[in-house]
C-alpha cells in the first residue's frame, strides 16, 4: 500500500511539475511580450516547441554532448522528486548542483568557443547563486528544526516571517538561476539579447528539447524554494504561497525585460554582497 | 602488544632494507612486500582491537623513554647544525630551544609523573592506522616505478633512492606510533620524527628551490614542535597530567589547560598547514609526486588535524577553541578562492589540501559530537580522493609533459584510465554523492546548530568557490579543443595497481560510509563526550545517497547502447562561418589559420594570490596572535 502510494506521488511529481514549468515558461513569453506591446505565442507554446524540437534531425559536434545534457536532465528531475516527496533540502540542493555540473560539463564538451565562453559564464553564475542556496536551506533548518522539506506543513507560521532579509536575498539569486536579464550571461531567453547561444549554441533537436524540460525543472525547483518560505499549518497558506509563488515568477519577468545585462564581474560581486548583508544578517538575527 | 609492535616494527624493517637496495629490481620486490606487510599489519591490528579500547603500560620498560630521549637529543642536534651551516639560523634557535626545553623537564619532572598507559588503541586510532597502512602503502607501490622515471626524466638529480625509500618507511613507522600515543612525550618524538622526514623527502632532489622549501617546511614544524613541547611541560607542570586520556577529562574552563591545549593546537595548526603557516606545504609540491601524496593525504597534514580531533573535547567556546574554529574557517574559504586562480595541477590540490584541512580544524575546534563526526569522515574521504589525485597528476605529468590543468585537453584521448582516475578523485572531492560532500554537510550542519555564523558563511561561500575550481578542471579532462602531444610513458603495473584501488576505494568506501560511520567514529565519539550518538545522516538519506550513486552508473550504461544506435549527423561546431574544416583551426584575421584554444577563466584581475595569501595569512596571524594573548593571560596574569 505504502509503496503503491509512493508510486502515485512520483507519477503525480513527474506529470505536474513538468506541466507546472512549461506553463510557467508559456505565461514568462506571453507576459514579457504584452510588456513588449506584442500579442505573443500561446500559452502551451513551450509544449510545442519541445514537441517539435524532439521531431527534428538531432545535429551533434561530439558525442559526449549528449550524454551530458541527458545526465543533467535526470538529475534536475530527481532534485524535484527528492523535493516534492518531502525530503531533504540539502540532498535536493546536492542533487540540484549535480545537474549543474553535468550542464556545465555538456558545455566544456563540445568544444565550441561560443558555448566554451557561455560555459564558463554559467559557471560564474552558479558561483553566484549556490551560497544563497545553501544558506536557504541553512535558514530553513533553523526555523524549522529540520531539512525535511515536507516538515514546512507543519511550522506554526510561515518561514518568512523568520527569514525576511534570507528571502529577499533568494528573491535576487532567483534572477541570476532562471538566467533572467540582467543575468543572464551565459545564456538568454530573447534573441535579442546575443545572436549566438551562449552554453547551447551546439545543441539542435533532442538535446535542445532536454534542455528545455531541465529549465522547467530547474523554475519549479526555484519556484518551490519560494514556496518554502510561505507555507506553514494552516491549508489557506499552502494556496496562498502558490500565489506568491507565481507573483514572485512573474517579478522576475519584469526584472528580465526592465534591465540590460551586466558585466560577469559586476553580477558577482553584487551577489556575494547581496548574500552576505542579506543572509548574515539574518543569520544573525536568527542566532541572536 | 603483539599487534601494535608490528605497525613500528614492519616499516622501519624494511627501512634498513630498502636502505641497503641498489638495483630497481631489488627496490620493486621490497617496497611491494613492504607495502603488503604494513598494510596486512594494519588491518590486522584494525580487526584485533575492533571490539575493544586497547592500552598498554610502558612503565615497567623505562628504557624506552631513555632511547627515545637519546634519538630526539641526535634529531635536534642535527637540525641545529644543519641550520646553523645552512644559515638557517632561526631553524637552529627553535630546535635549540624545543629540545632544551624538553631535556629540562624530563630531568626535572618526567620521573615525577606516571603515565599509566603509554599508549591506546582506541576507534579513532583504528582509523588513521588503516589509513597510513593501506592509502600509504599504495602510494609506496605507486613510487616504485615512479622514482625510476623520475631519474629517468631528469638526469640530473642525484639518485637517492635508497634514502627516499627508508625515510618513506620511517615515515610510516612514525605516523603508526603518532597514533598510538597516549603519552605525549611518546607523541611528541614521533612528532618530531615526521617533521625531520619531511624536511628530508621534500629536499631530495637537492636543487637550490627544494633546499628552501625543506627548510621552509622544517622551520615551520620545528616551530610547531616547540609549541607542543612548551603545551607538555605546561600540563605536566601545574596539571601533573602526561597523557591524552587524562587531559581530556581536565576542565575544559581552567586557564593553564586553555593555554596548554592552544599551545598544542598550534602546533597541530603548523603541521596541517593552516593559513600563517601553510607556506610550507605549498613548497612541498615542489617534491617528487610520492612525497606530495604521502604528505598531503595519508601521513604529515592528518598528524596535524589528528592532535587536534584529539584535543576537540576541550576545545569548543573557550580562547582555544574559538580561535581554531575561526583559523579553521577563514583557511578553508581563502584556499578556496586561490586555488580558483591556479592552473598548475599540483598547486590546486595543494590549496584544496589546505582548504579541507581548515574544514576539519575548524569542525574540531566548535567540539560538538556532529562536528567531530564530520571531521573524522573528512580526514578518511580525503586521504582517498587526494592521493589517488596525486598520483594521477604526477602519471599525467609523465604522459603529457606537463601538469597544467589547461594541457589536459583531450587527455581522454590519450589515457582514458588517467582521465577516469582524475574524474573520479576530483567527482569524489566536491559532488554529491561522494564522501566528502556528505561530510562537508554534516560539517555544514554541525556549524548550522553551534549558530556560529561567521563560520557558516564561509562554509556557504567557500563551497561555492570549491564547486567552481573543480569544476572546469573536470571540464578540461572533457573537453578536447587542442590536444597536447603526449610522450611515449606507459603506465606500469605499479601505478595502475595502486591508482586502480584507490579509485575503487573512493567508490566503496562511499558505499560504507553508514559502516564506518557506526562501527568507529560512533563508539570513538561516544567515548569521547561521554554521551551517546547517532550519526547525523540519517538512513533515509542514505538510501538517497546510494541511489544516485547508482544513477551516476545506471544513466550512462543505459544511454550507451541507446545512444550508439541512434547515429546522428555530426557538424562542425560554429566559428562565426570561419571554420576551416575541422573543429581545432579557424581562419583568423587576414585569412590566416590559427589553432582553437579555448583557456578557462582563473580571475587575475579579482585575485592576486600574493596579496590574497598575505591578507587570508594576515587574518589568521591576528587570530592566533589573539588567541595566545587570551590563552596565556588567562593563565599566567
Known sequence: MRALILTLRILGILILAPAAGGLLTGLDRVVSARMQRRKGPPILQPFYDVMKLARKQSTTVSSMTRYFVTLSMCFNIFTVLLFGLGLDLMLCVFAFTLACVFFVLSGYSSNSPFSFVGTERELVQIMCYEPMVLIVAFGYYQVSGSFNVGDAFRMGSPAVMRLPFIFIGLLYVLSVKLRKSPFDLSMSHHGHQEIVKGVITELTGICLAMVEVSHWFETVFALGLVYLFFVYASPASWAAALALCLAAFLMETLIDNAFARVKWKLALQASWIVIFVTGGVNLLLLNL | ?637
Open chain 2, 1 to 637: 602488544m603483539p599487534t601494535i609492535l608490528p605497525l613500528l616494527g614492519v616499516p622501519l624493517v624494511f627501512a634498513v632494507f630498502t636502505f641497503f637496495a641498489r638495483t630497481q629490481k631489488a627496490f620493486a620486490r621490497t617496497v611491494r612486500a613492504a607495502a603488503v606487510c604494513v598494510a596486512a599489519a594494519s588491518l590486522l591490528c584494525v580487526a584485533a582491537h575492533y571490539g575493544d579500547v586497547y592500552s598498554a603500560d610502558l612503565s615497567a620498560y623505562p628504557r624506552i623513554k631513555t632511547v627515545m630521549l637519546a634519538i630526539e637529543v641526535a634529531m635536534s642536534a642535527y637540525l641545529i647544525y644543519i641550520g646553523a651551516a645552512r644559515r638557517h639560523f632561526l631553524l637552529s634557535l627553535f630546535s635549540a630551544a624545543q629540545i632544551g626545553a624538553f631535556v629540562w623537564f624530563e630531568a626535572a619532572y618526567g620521573h615525577s609523573i606516571r603515565v599509566k598507559e603509554a599508549v591506546t588503541v582506541d576507534r579513532l586510532s583504528l582509523i588513521m592506522i588503516a589509513i597510513v597502512g593501506v592509502i600509504g602503502g599504495l602510494i609506496c607501490v605507486y613510487a616504485v616505478e615512479y622514482m625510476k622515471d623520475f631519474h629517468r626524466h631528469h638526469p640530473e638529480y642525484k639518485d637517492r633512492r635508497p634514502m627516499f625509500f627508508t625515510v618513506l618507511m620511517v615515515f610510516l613507522a612514525a605516523m603508526f606510533g603518532l597514533v598510538v600515543s597516549n603519552d605525549l612525550s611518546f607523541m611528541l618524538f614521533f612528532w618530531e620524527v615526521t617533521s625531520l622526514c619531511s624536511f628530508l623527502l621534500i629536499g631530495y632532489t637537492r636543487t637550490p628551490e627544494a633546499e628552501k622549501n625543506a627548510f621552509l617546511a622544517v622551520v615551520i614544524n620545528t616551530f610547531g614542535g616547540l609549541c607542543f613541547t612548551v603545551g607538555i611541560v605546561l600540563l605536566a607542570v601545574y596539571e601533573n597530567i602526561l597523557d591524552l586520556n587524562g587531559l581530556i577529562r581536565l576542565n575544559p574552563d581552567a586557564p593553564i589547560v586553555v593555554a596548554a591545549v592552544f599551545l598544542i593546537a598550534c602546533a597541530g595548526l603548523t603541521k596541517a598547514a593552516q593559513l600563517p603557516f601553510s607556506g610550507w606545504l605549498l613548497g612541498a609540491m615542489a617534491a617528487p609526486t610520492p612525497t606530495s601524496a604521502m604528505l598531503h593525504s595519508s601521513t604529515m597534514v592528518k598528524a596535524g588535524v589528528y592532535v587536534i580531533i584529539r584535543l576537540a573535547p576541550l576545545l569548543g567556546r573557550n580562547a582555544a577553541g574559538v580561535s581554531m574554529t575561526l583559523v579553521g574557517g577563514v583557511t578553508f574559504f581563502a584556499t578556496a578562492v586561490l586555488a580558483v586562480g591556479q592552473s598548475d595541477a599540483k598547486k590546486i590540490l595543494a590549496y584544496s589540501t589546505i582548504s579541507n584541512l581548515g574544514l576539519i580544524v575548524a569542525c574540531a575546534g566548535i567540539n560538538t559530537a556532529e562536528s567531530l563526526w564530520a571531521a573524522v569522515m573528512l580526514i578518511v574521504f580525503h586521504a582517498i580522493a587526494k592521493s589517488l589525485l596525486f598520483l594521477a597528476v604526477g602519471s599525467t605529468e609523465y604522459q603529457l609533459g606537463s601538469r597544467n590543468v589547461e594541457d589536459m585537453d583531450g587527455l581522454f584521448q590519450i589515457s582514458p584510465a588517467l582521465t577516469t582516475f582524475l574524474a573520479v578523485g576530483i567527482a569524489g572531492m566536491f559532488v554529491a554523492p561522494f564522501g566528502m560532500l556528505i561530510s562537508k554537510w554534516a560539517a555544514m550542519k554541525a556549524f548550522v546548530d553551534s549558530g556560529n555564523v561567521p563560520v557558516v558563511l564561509m562554509l556557504a561561500f567557500g563551497s561555492s568557490v570549491t564547486l567552481f575550481f573543480w569544476t572546469k578542471w573536470l571540464g578540461k579532462l572533457i573537453a578536447n579543443a587542442h590536444r597536447t602531444a603526449p610522450t611515449n610513458y606507459v603506465m606500469r603495473g605499479d601505478e595502475k595497481v595502486s591508482m586502480y584501488s584507490l579509485a575503487a576505494l573512493v567508490v566503496v568506501v562511499c558505499l560504507a560510509h553508514p559502516l564506518i560511520s557506526s562501527g568507529f567514529i560512533a563508539p570513538y565519539i561516544e567515548g569521547a563526550m561521554l554521551t551517546p550518538f547517532a550519526s547525523p545522516i540519517a538512513s533515509r538519506t542514505t538510501t538517497v545517497i546510494i541511489l544516485m550513486l547508482c544513477m551516476l552508473f545506471i544513466i550512462p550504461i543505459v544511454l550507451l547502447p541507446l545512444y550508439t544506435r541512434r547515429r546522428v549527423k555530426r557538424t562542425s561546431v560554429y566559428m562565426s562561418g570561419e571554420n576551416t574544416g575541422d573543429n581545432r583551426s579557424f581562419r583568423g584575421g587576414m585569412g590566416r589559420v590559427r589553432p582553437v584554444e579555448l583557456r578557462n577563466w582563473y580571475m587575475p584581475s579579482l585575485l592576486r594570490e600574493k596579496r590574497l595569501l598575505a591578507a587570508g595569512g594576515g587574518v589568521c596571524a591576528l587570530i592566533v596572535l589573539g588567541g595566545f594573548f587570551v590563552a596565556m593571560g588567562g593563565a599566567f596574569l
